[in-house]
C-alpha cells in the first residue's frame, strides 16, 4: 500500500462486501446515514448495516475487522459498550489510511431481530450492497400510529416545558451562569425544536438537532442559531423569553389535521424519491 494514497469509501465498501456477501450466515448489507439520504459529502462517514445469523454476530464483527485490516492498520477503534440502546453490535473502526472523517460505523444485526432501522419515512433509503433473504424491504408505517405517538409527546413536552423554566432563571438568580446555560439548553431550546420537528419533519421528530439544516427552512434556522448564542446573563433571560414564546406560538399551530396531513406529505416524498 502507498502510504500517500487514501483508500476511498468505495474500497472499503467493496472489500467488505466481497468478505461478507459469499457467507450463508450473511444474509444483507447496506447503507444508511447520508448514503440513504443522498447527501454524501467529503466528511460522510461509512453507516453500513450487516444482518447476519444470530449465532454468527460476535464472528461477523471479527471478520470485518480483519478484513479492514487487509486494507489497512487501524488507527482507532471504539466498541459500543453492550447492552447497546438498540440491542446491535456496533463499532467504530478508522483505518490509517483514510481520511480522519472516513469512520466506518459498523452495526451487526441480528436476523431475527425486528429493529433494522431501514424504514423509508425515518431513516432514507438504504442503499443495499446484497440481500440475499429481503431483509431491506420495509412496509410504509402507520400514519395514524405516528401521530397517536407524537400527539402524546407533544402533551409531555407542553406540559414539562411550562414546569422546568424557572430552572434556568434560579439559576441565573444564584449567579451560576453555566448551569443556567445548560438548563436553557436543555429545557427551552430542546423542547423548541422538537416542537418545530413535529411541524417541518414529523417523521424525525425525535431527531432533534440531528439533519436540523437539512430539515428545517433558512429562516428557521437563522431563529435558532441566534437563541444559541448567549453573552450573559441578562442576555440569556431574553433569550429564553424569546424561546419560550416560540415554542408556545408553534406549539398551538399543531393540531391532528395538520400533523396527519404533514405526515402523509412527507411519507409520500420519501417513498418515491429516486
Not at 446484497?130 to 420495509?138: A, H, L, M, T
Not at 411550562?162 to 430552572?167: H, R, T
Not at 425525535?206 to 448567549?230: G, S
Amino acid at each position: 500500500m502507498n502510504p500517500y494514497q487514501k483508500i476511498t469509501r468505495e474500497e472499503i465498501i467493496r472489500h467488505l462486501t466481497a468478505t461478507f456477501e459469499p457467507l450463508d450466515q450473511v444474509y444483507a448489507m447496506w447503507e444508511g446515514g447520508a448514503a440513504a439520504n443522498n447527501r454524501i459529502d467529503e466528511w460522510s462517514d461509512i453507516d453500513l448495516q450487516v444482518d447476519v445469523a444470530d449465532d454468527f454476530a460476535d464472528a461477523a464483527m471479527q471478520l470485518a475487522e480483519t478484513a479492514l485490516q487487509e486494507l489497512s492498520p487501524i488507527a482507532n477503534k471504539y466498541v459500543i459498550p453492550q447492552p447497546t440502546w438498540h440491542g446491535h453490535l456496533q463499532t467504530f473502526f478508522l483505518l490509517d489510511n483514510t481520511s480522519p472523517y472516513l469512520q466506518v460505523d459498523l452495526v451487526v444485526l441480528k436476523h431475527s431481530h425486528p429493529n433494522k432501522f431501514i424504514e423509508t419515512e425515518i431513516h432514507g433509503h438504504p442503499v443495499i450492497h446484497f440481500d440475499k433473504s429481503q431483509v431491506v424491504n420495509p412496509a410504509p408505517l402507520d400514519v395514524n400510529e405516528m401521530a397517536d405517538k407524537i400527539l402524546d409527546r407533544l402533551e409531555n413536552l407542553k406540559s414539562s416545558f411550562e414546569m422546568f423554566q424557572v430552572l434556568t432563571e434560579k439559576e441565573i438568580h444564584r449567579g451560576n451562569f453555566i448551569e443556567a446555560i445548560s438548563f436553557y439548553y436543555s429545557f427551552t431550546l430542546r423542547p423548541l425544536i422538537e416542537v418545530l420537528r413535529i411541524i417541518y419533519k414529523p417523521w424525525q421528530y425525535n431527531f432533534y438537532t440531528r439533519y436540523i439544516y437539512y430539515d428545517f427552512p433558512p429562516e428557521i434556522i437563522k431563529t435558532l442559531e441566534a437563541l444559541y448564542c448567549v453573552d450573559n446573563s441578562e442576555h440569556l433571560l431574553d433569550q429564553q423569553a424569546q424561546a419560550v414564546k416560540l415554542f408556545r406560538e408553534f406549539g398551538s399551530q399543531i393540531s391532528v389535521e395538520n400533523l396527519k396531513h404533514a405526515l402523509h406529505q412527507q411519507q409520500k416524498s420519501a417513498l418515491h424519491r429516486n
